[in-house]
């Protein structure tokens, strides 16, 4: 645990301290049978840091089972396909794990199961909730004689609800973090803070990367909890209701981008908020009709890369500019940045590289230009209108922009590189222990 909370710029509780010492509260001779309750890649990466501590020394659990949301099955001719499968189920049948899948969303009428024969039967003696995407109700909570525990992305109180990830990255905040809280039975993650440990967002960080690195993160703090556990829970931490900020589940028109107001800045946070749910979206003319285009891999200019336009500054927002082995077509923002889009997705099409999206929509569409909202299809996509009062940037302070966050990406890429070059370390000087 102390490698988790060294390197974070760690502001650590009080009751994370014990968690650094490897005091065992709970009595390890018997172990903790824990069920899991989780469904997306965040409670898939928490179950593998979960699973991993299980092996640690003083580990206090025993034996590990997942509930998670049954798979989608559709007809196909007379066959029935996979259409879904909570990435959850696919750790748990990775590590071996068996997994009960509740019928209903409503959970109130649904029965904890009882221990698998192989492992002794019984009760569970705790349950560990990620990202369940479930109401569960008091009578799941109290039917687990050491209650539930939760692991949430996000520094509690801050980022309430289900998507403190993505409201992270579009706020352009820098850091973030992971909170183990005791699972409140009737208000949404307002439970004592069990642990909690900062986590720094780089410029470049997706959705899942987050997910994946705070999933794993909070598996592991879940853990070392467990083997803390009546420690931690007379530490723990009331979270401030002044401080109080929530979340809202996102929709596809939260990811449609606004040309009249969003900077290039803007809509790569926007990318990378969404990245491997729903692809940022506008709307392109072509052929008397607007076609929705999904923009799927997306990149902020750099003053070493040349705009493709030696005019890109009085260019509309939304404009498409494209030349001959350049892999990725360049779209002007509002404030005067641009990006760089290298994979096209049209509604209902394959997905285009730069060069294949030139060839078949750009070079025959009249005017090529993405739009916030379609109008008339038939007519000629109308002039950009920029906000009222809005002033044309100059090319030095559009310069200054991208300078700042190509030194921060650098920053990033020599973060990486030395997390690397340590990890290399570590793994030699295992080796070498390994070989003695």
Request: charged share 20%.
């Amino acid at each position: 645990m102390s490698v988790l909370l060294r390197g974070c710029g760690a502001r650590v509780l009080p009751q994370a301290q014990c968690l650094r010492r490897g005091v065992s509260s709970t009595a390890a001779v018997h172990g903790l049978k824990v069920l899991f309750f989780g469904t997306d890649e965040f409670a898939a990466r928490a179950l593998a840091g979960l699973e991993t501590s299980r092996f640690a020394k003083n580990t206090a659990i025993d034996h590990i089972e997942v509930v998670c949301p049954p798979s989608v099955f559709k007809k196909k001719g007379l066959r029935e396909k996979l259409y879904w499968r909570a990435q959850a189920a696919v750790a748990a049948s990775a590590l071996g794990l068996k997994v009960h899948n509740p019928p209903d969303r409503d959970m109130s009428t649904w029965k904890v199961p009882t221990v698998c024969e192989a492992h002794g039967g019984g009760n569970f003696d705790i349950g560990v909730v990620a990202s369940f995407g479930r109401i569960l109700p008091p009578s799941i909570i109290d039917s687990f004689n050491q209650g539930m525990i939760n692991v949430h992305p996000s520094l509690l109180p801050l980022y309430r609800g289900p998507s403190p990830i993505q409201t992270a990255i579009l706020n352009g905040d820098t850091t973030t973090g992971v909170t183990v809280q005791e699972l409140h039975p009737r208000r949404v993650d307002a439970g004592r803070v069990l642990a909690q440990v900062p986590f720094p967002i780089r410029p470049s960080a997706t959705r899942l990367d987050l997910m994946f690195q705070l999933g794993y993160l909070g598996g592991e703090m879940a853990g070392k909890v467990l083997q803390n556990l009546a420690h931690v829970r007379a530490n723990s931490v009331a979270q401030s209701e002044n401080n109080v900020t929530t979340t809202r589940l996102f929709e596809m028109i939260d990811t449609r981008i606004d040309w009249e107001t969003m900077t290039a800045v803007d809509i790569f946070r926007m990318h990378r908020a969404h990245y491997g749910h729903e692809p940022v979206y506008s709307h392109l003319r072509i052929k008397n009709k607007h076609v929705m285009i999904k923009l799927l891999d997306i990149k902020l200019a750099v003053p070493s890369q040349k705009p493709l336009a030696d005019n890109y500054l009085d260019l509309s927002p939304g404009t498409l500019t494209k030349k001959k082995l350049v892999p990725y077509i360049e779209i002007p923002c509002i404030g005067g940045g641009r990006i760089h889009v290298y994979r096209f997705g049209p509604a209902g099409k394959a997905h285009l590289d730069s060069g294949q999206f030139n060839a078949g929509y750009i070079k025959k569409s009249k005017d090529a230009r993405l739009v916030t909202h379609p109008g008339d299809p038939r007519r000629l996509t109308a002039p950009f209108v920029y906000p009222q009062g809005y002033v044309r940037p100059t090319l030095e302070a559009v310069t200054a922009e991208e300078e700042a966050y190509t030194a921060a990406f650098k920053q990033e890429a020599a973060e990486e590189a030395a997390e690397r070059k340590s990890a290399t370390a570590v793994e030699n000087d295992d080796n070498d222990n390994d070989d003695e």
